[in-house]
């Protein structure tokens, strides 16, 4: 090979490696722009400050609990709260309820979703505590939805709900489980989630939302877990009538 076409292919190769490193560089420094924009993006990320309720979050920027559920509605839902015969006179109110909720709107507690899924929410959680507060019952005056936050406690707490025979989670030793505040706790899972979805359509009619759109899948009877944890092989249990090994 004659010493001409020889230098030409060493420049060439070098013209080539030269580029090689110019495209890596140019394709590195492309990437390392685009990492930088997403990190600036992410830490430019629109935030909104509407005062005491809710301030410094992309939450804030939509529409907060004050914008959609006003004094009167609050009164409506929970009406016969403060009724003689209620448990808890005085107790519940609606700038309670607000306060309390301020603490989480910044982080997402009824601020996402837009308008429906925001009032779907709010008549949710409602839901959930009128049920578990209630002193209605069938035949009382405006039926047993009627009576939401009428308790703030359970009436009987020597009333325990630990099961000794129960091992697979049990209570831990030396605590007491029994209802108090506005969501406690209760055995009868499947009746008590059937109130709770009455409960949750009844707000969605006064809030003049409709129980027609309350969503699907509203009980726990059918659903998959979400994500699952893995049980351990000492966990499995056996099938088919098949003894375990060993």
């Known amino acids: ?20 490193v110019l495209i890596g ?13 997403v990190k600036l993006k992410e830490s430019q990320e629109k935030v ?18 004050t914008d959609f559920f006003k004094v009167y509605q609050f009164e409506n839902l929970f009406a016969k709260r403060n009724f003689p015969v209620a448990k808890a006179v005085g107790f519940w109110d609606y700038q309670a309820f607000i306060t309390a909720a301020s603490l989480f709107e910044n982080q997402g507690f ?16 409602l839901g959930h505590v009128g049920a578990k507060t209630s002193c209605g019952y069938g035949v009382a005056t405006g039926g047993p939805t009627a009576w939401g936050l009428c308790y703030n ?4 707490p020597d009333q325990g709900y630990c099961d000794d025979s129960y091992t697979q989670w049990p209570c831990v030793k ?27 359509q009844y707000y969605l009619d006064l809030m003049g939302f409709g129980r027609e759109r309350s969503g ?13 944890a893995p049980k351990k092989d000492d966990e499995q249990q056996p099938t088919g009538g098949q003894k375990p090994s060993g």
């Open 110 to 125: 009824c601020t996402t979703g837009g308008i429906d899924m925001q009032m779907m929410e709010l008549c949710a959680f």
């Open 216 to 228: 699907l899948n509203l009980d726990c009877a059918e659903q998959a877990p979400f994500n699952p």
């Open 153 to 156: 406690h359970e009436m009987s």
């Open 1 to 20: 090979m004659k010493r001409k076409t020889r230098n030409k292919i060493v420049v060439t190769v070098l013209l080539l490696g030269a580029a090689a």
């Open 174 to 200: 030396g605590a007491e489980y029994y209802g108090r505040g506005a969501i406690p706790v209760y055995w009868g899972f499947i009746d008590e989630m059937n109130v709770i979805i009455s409960h949750y």
């Open 48 to 65: 909104c400050n509407k005062g005491w309720e809710c301030s410094g979050t992309k939450y804030c920027c939509n529409q907060t609990i």
């Open 25 to 37: 560089g140019t394709l590195a420094l492309i990437l390392t722009a685009g990492t930088w924009k």
